[in-house]
């Protein structure tokens, strides 16, 4: 089995740096040979001294036809490398990228231009969406002076992929600061009513800071959902909440515990209050966020049954 590493994002975005970056560091040696596959050129270029001294050999791909998993095996069979590094073209739709048999995806991580992000988010989201969907790490670079939007790039970024660990990182490196953002709620107190707008937004901040509403009520408009292998007394009241396109919605929903969840309706609309707690659920494998039902009724549908990110 050979391990890919892909290092994606838009042009100029800095894949190119990191990826010589990475080649130079020690715990990244390996021994036989490192194919980087180039699948778009900037103004960054490989130094030829650091690809001879790290035994890495650079294939410059032009169209995307060229990654497919039969194409990739000739590459193989030329060079039999150890390794696999592709620079891959923020343009090509990452939904398409195949790789051949016995060739496992080992990291995937993305880099942008934070000068630059806002623009590809509003007029290119389906292609970053894909490219960020399953990346582990999301890094921006050139944040100087950016600090006020920082905050709102990790909520666009959160709504694509909650797991990702992501970094912000300056001229003089990582920012090491808390971003805080205004929410659109009040947050210092104890009850906080959720409307369509706000819950998305709600539900990304609970998972990233809990602490900030343990204890405290919150009531919104929820969809049910009852899934079969759920334990007695839980159920997950959430949205449909669409974060790029039509084939990107998805239920985003908490654990809560109520007494009478085995009669309720899946799918059915309910106005819910909830208290927050912090406690172990078999479904999260250690202790997370847990709603407590403090109350329930049925309700009609909302006009709208989707949500979306802003």
Known sequence: MKSVFVINGFLDGGKTQFISYTLSQPYFKTKGTTLLVVCEEGEE?????????????????????????DKLIELDKKYKPSRIIFEYNG??????FKLPFLWKLEQQITLFDATSFELYYANMRSLLAEMVKKSEL????????????????????????QMAEIVFEDKDGEVNMTLEEELPYDVTK?????????????????LDNLDRYLGKT?????NVLVPGDMAKGYFVPGRMIMTCCAEDIQFLG???????????????????TVKV?????????????????????????PKNEVLSFS
């Not at 919150?218 to 929820?222: D, K, L, Q, V, W």
Request: proline content about 4%; hydrophobic content about 40%.
């Open 138 to 161: 999301i890094i921006f670079n050139r944040c100087d002076n950016l600090t006020a939007k920082l905050p709102g790039f990790k909520r666009n970024i959160k709504a694509l992929n």
């Open 218 to 222: 919150i009531s919104f408009t929820a």
């Open 277 to 301: 707690a912090m406690e172990y659920f078999e479904g999260y494998k250690a202790e997370g966020p847990m709603l407590i039902c403090q109350s329930i009724t049925p309700c009609k549908a």
């Open 190 to 206: 104890d009850s906080i009513e959720l409307t369509e707008e706000t819950y998305g937004i709600w539900y990304l901040d609970i």
């Open 45 to 69: 270029e490989y130094d030829d001294m650091l690809l001879k001294a790290t035994n890495t050999v650079k294939v410059v791909v032009e169209d995307e036809s060229e990654i497919a998993p």
């Open 91 to 96: 343009m090509w739709n990452f939904k398409n």
């Open 254 to 272: 908490l654990p809560c515990k109520y007494d009478g969840a085995s009669e309720l309706e899946d799918r059915s609309w309910v106005n819910i």
